[in-house]
């Protein structure tokens, strides 16, 4: 009888300690989670006021030459945030009300960032910087991960382009005004709008850069320079040898000058 009284007050304690343990956890967890949902706030009122300093910007632009425009770049932001937003998407489910919210918030700052883009390379006739990522959710999709993955390499190589992802999956009617404007079908995902033009299925980094005239501009611009430095460097080091070569010569010609007057 004894025994069983202790094995009771055994289990009894087990059960409180890992209680405590989980709630303790959990009351952890929602702190964070909520530390984080206070700093993506605060990450979207920052990127707000600089997008609305970007369409200020773009309208005296609009009285100004195209050399003098200098762009409020509010992608920075949109990149950290975006990184966030990943992580709570993970942790607690793009489903979750607060971080759909917060989905819807992040989209829209992107179109905004993305019109203002797109009016000033229209109006100063220059090539498109950007790409129109379209990617799920909600389907298992493999080939928009490794899409993912190729875009954000590209972004690292080239820092001048942008990359605006969008969920094809979201119930968001700015989301359906996009997919309209350029006749999206959500077939076969990932989907690229380059240049205006939709392009379907995975690509390599490669097939983007062919396909896309900004980067093919500056990948032949890059390639020019590098054989360009190639060259001068060849040229450096042939006339460190000539100079090299011509100094014992010259020393050989003093000594000779020094016996004859001797």
Request: include cysteine.
């Amino acid at each position: 009888m004894n025994e069983t009284n202790f094995d009771w007050k055994k289990y009894a304690i087990a059960f409180f300690i890992t209680t405590f343990v989980f709630i303790a956890a959990l009351w952890t967890s929602n702190q964070i989670y909520g530390k984080q949902i206070e700093e993506m706030k605060t990450i979207i009122n920052q990127i707000s006021l600089n997008t609305s300093a970007s369409e200020v910007q773009y309208n005296l632009l609009l009285e100004t030459s195209c050399e003098r425009a200098v762009d409020i770049d509010p992608i920075r932001d949109l990149d950290k945030f975006a990184s966030m937003l990943s992580q709570a998407e993970s942790q607690r489910g793009s489903d979750t009300e607060d971080v759909l919210e917060l989905k819807k918030q992040y989209t829209l700052l992107q179109i905004k960032d993305f019109l203002l883009t797109k009016r000033l390379a229209d109006r100063c006739k220059s090539d498109a910087n950007y790409i129109l990522y379209f990617y799920s959710s909600e389907k298992s999709c493999e080939e928009c991960k490794k899409q993912g993955w190729v875009l954000t390499d590209l972004r690292s190589a080239y820092p001048e382009l942008r990359i605006y992802a969008f969920d094809y999956d979201m119930d968001f009617q700015p989301i359906k005004t996009l997919q309209t404007m350029y006749k999206l079908t959500g077939n076969a995902l990932p989907i690229l709008v380059i240049d205006g033009k939709p392009v379907y299925g995975f690509k390599t980094r490669e097939e983007i850069e062919q396909i896309m005239p900004l980067l093919k501009n500056i990948k032949k611009q890059q390639e020019e320079e590098a054989k360009k430095a190639a060259l001068e460097a060849l040229k450096a080091e042939q006339q460190q040898k000539k100079d090299g070569a011509a100094k014992p010569a010259a020393s050989g010609t003093d000594t000779t000058t020094k016996t004859s007057s001797n």
